[in-house]
């Protein structure tokens, strides 16, 4: 155990010491971090707490005043063997051969910590940089300061890499939990470690960080939900009327978690962040105060220091949508958060704003989508704002309350009510929208609704609606991913990748991420970029499977692939087309006699939206298989044109994700004869000179020389 008690004083209690130099017991470590936290340190635990019911103990000495976090050291299991193998001088004697089947036996019965047993914040590391990282966010911290709450970089486990270990020890283990607890003045932070045996076993210090967190499939509902947290639907929205109309900030504060303790249980997935820019505002501590005392669940809803413009960027908390505090005219300025946002949205939202209402009563509130052309769409990934509009207290301002607090509660009340509700809207349709998706799916691929689709995938549907930004598909046609294709279609933590068994999967692999990376930080490859546009990159394919072949990637965040395009991004598409045209036009300016197919993949291998401009000749030594050719010359493939009209039909386009077109026989695209191999078709076209076919030669799906039509 340690105990932090501000910059430069650290105290190192582990449990084997604790005991005067013999193993302590649990009950000496829980006297000890009460006394320490008495004196209002914080207090650092360093134990196993391998499973829920070790970890309630210390988690009893969490309370309003004092928020306990956990650091769960998750490290490789086969790393934890070895490292107690050979250390010496174990306090517990737990080393050498001995250590290895204990260890073995502990990390079978891991128990990762969840959020809902009273953790305010869990930070999950994977290796030793993730473990500095924690350290250096622990002991940086000063005597009144705080770290945000949250679930930060857990990913899914892996069963594979189990099985392996326990090949590899003939005995075999898993990793062990860990626990911790802080509060804003005083923190008391635990730690448990793969590393540790049993509930006697300490060592290794660590600390925290990273985000973005997977969505955990394999271990059933429950811990899926509190595994997703990055990419859950999230509401950012900062205290109504207490700044400028200065509402009483004990009221304000019983209204908030009132209404959001009504709110909760309809959430499904999503949560509700409130923020303001300090984590020692008093409504923010009033609020966490508030809200523990009446056990609301902390992954639905906490408290969040930071500007909520930019809490993605800076904050690595991301929130799809954010509250406005309004004025009643809906106009940019004044001060404070409205003038924050529209002056960080842009014009775009101002727009946006008065296409749909011109101005607020008090108490109510508008939902405005955000154009994807507004910055804060791009780098914050926002893309709602909520205006709402609360009551007035304030003498020095017009129509205000003149202190008529039951007036004014009753007008908060009813401004955080239609905020809530306009949340819960936006839940809805995208609901709506997942759901359809799924069942397009399910339609394309030929997936019967069998026991693990009806009771399993539906469920899930349900969950990803709010999370709709991370369901994705994985069908490699690249065989950049040459390693993503021989890898195990299930519950793959290494890649971070997830399948059903349906096939869909939740989440984009490190080796899926380069366009990703190339998108959010084109300045950082610029060796590799054809072009930089204000909200679209123009690259090479990396491994061109023609004599042309670019990609125009879309920079907008949560824009992964076509099932995330709906009809705000109709003008994005458009634009990436005609940036399209315009690279098309220049390589036939070079060879007139090139043709040209511009489309996207139904569910491409790598993540951030990308338009193919790929020339027709196929003539690439990485045209190597049948899924290469196939994604290129199936229905698999999207043409662009028909993505823009579906999308501006029916806000959405068609997803032919069925793993049968990428398998289909080989056909030549031309005459649509068949071969038994990609050389004999590579030999085949270079020499056929039948016309395309006509679905080809119609909507302009393909593009050549104007003089050779
Ligand atoms: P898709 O299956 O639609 O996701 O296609 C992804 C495309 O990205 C493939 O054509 C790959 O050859 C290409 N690619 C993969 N990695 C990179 C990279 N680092 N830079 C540029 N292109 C890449």
Redesign the pocket.
Known sequence: MKCFAGPGSLFTLWKDTIGNGKAGTKAQCVKSALSVLKDGKSVFIDRCNLDREQRAEFLKLGSAQIDVHAVMLDLPTQLCISRSVKRTGHEGNLQGGKAAAVVNRMLQKKELPKLSEGFSRITFCHNDAEVQAALGAYSGLGPSDGLPPGCFGQKSQDAKVQVGIMKFLKKAEGPSPVVSKVNSNQSVASIGSSEKKDSSLEREQMPILPNAPQKEESKGKEDAVQAIDNDVCTLAFPSISTADFQFNLEKASDIIVETVEEFVPKLGNARLVLVDLTYESKILSLVRAKAAKKSIDSSKFFTFAGNIIELSTKGGLNCNVIANAANWRLKPGGGGVNAAIFKAAGADLEKATNERVKSLLPGSAVVVPLPSTSPLYNREGITHVIHVLGPNMNPQRPNCLNNDYNKGCMVLRQAYTSLFEGFLSLLKLQEKSVTKRHEEFLHHSGHGPDKNVANGDLKNKRDDAVVSISSKKSR???D?VETHITRPRTGNSDSGTQTTNSGMTKAWGSWAQ??YH?AMNPERHKD?ILEILEDVVV?????P?AQK?I?ILAQARGLDCLADVHEVHLELLRRMHAIGLKWVEKFLHEDSQLVFRLGY?SA???RQL?L?VISQDFNSV?LKNKKHWN?FNTAFFRDSVDVIEEVNKNGKAMIKDDESLLSMELRCHRCRSAHPNIPRLKSHIQNCQVPFPAFLLQSDRLVRAPDSN
Request: net charge negative; proline share 4%; charged share 15%.
């Open positions: 490699g046609s690249g950049e380069a366009l190339i590799d690259l090479n394919d990396a491994y499977k072949h990609l993949h491409p291998s790598m990308h193919h990485h994604s």
